[in-house]
């Protein structure tokens, strides 16, 4: 898959249609701040710079759209939970998450990222939960799997079977991410 840089914005989202004038469907990409968010899209994307990776966490603050293949919008969310950003930042944050979640009619799949080595926190819970209230697909992603041992791996899918094992220093995980945002997406 190839990913075309739209914009970035606070709100002003873009609206592109197919050929024969339906809105792409959009896939949304969220998660805590420094779950590996920025890592994945360039690995994903096989591009080094097409989101900005940092080691400082919650430096994103807008919302970053690519358009896929000309098929589908990949909607790059705020990532959420960094403790050390002013309270004002945080509720920046949230509103703009918020509000595009809340307002796009056009998402087909939210991508959760856990970083495989922490588990759920509550505003991944509250995310999920509102995915399943609202029927839109969820993917769970495992993110730096690679930190982990063989056994913690296997105990980690064994807890969450339906979840996407995901190492950017695998291509295999982006093979499996492929397949699977196809089959939801053109199923
Ligand atoms: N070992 C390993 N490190 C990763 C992986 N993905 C991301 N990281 C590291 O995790 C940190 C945060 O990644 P980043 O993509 O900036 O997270 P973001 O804040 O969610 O965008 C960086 O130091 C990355 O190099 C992975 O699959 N394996
Ligand atoms: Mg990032």
């Given at each position: 898959?190839?990913?075309?840089?739209?914009?970035?914005t606070?709100?002003d989202?873009?609206?592109?249609?197919?050929?024969?004038?339906?809105?792409?469907?959009?896939?949304?990409?969220?998660?805590?701040s420094n779950?590996?968010?920025?890592?994945?899209?360039?690995?994903?994307?096989?591009?080094?710079?097409?989101?900005?990776?940092?080691?400082?966490?919650?430096?994103?603050r807008?919302?970053?759209?690519f358009?896929?293949d000309?098929?589908?919008?990949?909607?790059?969310?705020?990532?959420?939970g960094y403790?050390?950003?002013?309270?004002?930042?945080?509720?920046?944050?949230?509103?703009?998450?918020?509000?595009?979640?809340?307002?796009?009619?056009?998402?087909?799949?939210?991508?959760?990222?856990?970083?495989?080595?922490?588990?759920?926190?509550?505003?991944?819970?509250?995310?999920?939960?509102w995915?399943?209230?609202?029927?839109?697909?969820l993917?769970?992603?495992?993110?730096?799997?690679?930190?982990l041992?063989?056994?913690?791996?296997?105990?980690?899918?064994?807890?969450?079977?339906?979840?996407?094992?995901?190492?950017?220093?695998?291509?295999?995980?982006?093979?499996i991410?492929e397949?699977?945002?196809?089959?939801?997406?053109?199923?």
């Amino acid at each position: 898959m190839k990913a075309r840089f739209l914009l970035s914005t606070f709100s002003d989202y873009p609206h592109l249609k197919d050929p024969r004038g339906t809105p792409l469907p959009e896939v949304a990409l969220v998660g805590r701040s420094n779950v590996g968010k920025s890592s994945l899209i360039n690995h994903f994307f096989q591009e080094r710079n097409l989101a900005k990776t940092s080691a400082t966490p919650g430096k994103t603050r807008l919302l970053n759209f690519f358009c896929v293949d000309e098929k589908f919008i990949w909607v790059d969310l705020p990532g959420y939970g960094y403790a050390k950003a002013p309270k004002e930042e945080i509720a920046k944050w949230s509103i703009a998450i918020h509000t595009y979640l809340h307002t796009s009619k056009h998402l087909k799949l939210l991508l959760l990222l856990i970083d495989s080595r922490r588990d759920f926190g509550a505003d991944d819970i509250a995310l999920a939960e509102w995915a399943n209230a609202q029927q839109i697909p969820l993917l769970v992603i495992l993110t730096k799997t690679d930190k982990l041992s063989a056994g913690e791996k296997v105990r980690l899918l064994r807890k969450y079977p339906d979840a996407i094992p995901y190492s950017i220093t695998n291509s295999n995980s982006r093979q499996i991410l492929e397949k699977r945002i196809r089959e939801i997406l053109w199923a």
